[in-house]
């Protein structure tokens, strides 16, 4: 599973808007992903920026920013797919 695909879980669960710390620890709680960074709250900000609808990958948008460092799913990745 990749770091994003982690994310997209763990949005999904929560239903609601969450920062990237709150993510993270959601993540390596449930063993979804393994982090091998020194900062992998950052790794993970950045992972979930660029799939954002302003992010370098816009065109695999799946996360919405809605405040600085909190994501949420875009309406069309809202579903269990």
């Known amino acids: 599973m990749k770091m994003y695909e982690a ?3 763990v949005l999904m669960d929560a239903n609601r808007p969450m920062h ?3 993510i993270h620890t959601e993540i390596v709680r449930r063993n979804l992903f393994h982090f091998g960074a020194k900062k992998p709250v950052s790794v993970l900000s950045q992972a979930l920026g660029d799939r954002s609808e302003s992010g370098r990958r816009h065109d695999e948008a799946l996360f ?6 909190t994501y949420d799913l875009i ?7």
Do not use: F
Request: net charge positive; no cysteine; proline share 0%.
């Open 20 to 22: 990237a710390k709150e």
């Open 7 to 9: 994310a997209r879980i």
């Open 64 to 69: 919405i920013r809605t405040a600085l460092g």
């Open 75 to 81: 309406s069309g990745s809202k579903d269990h797919s």
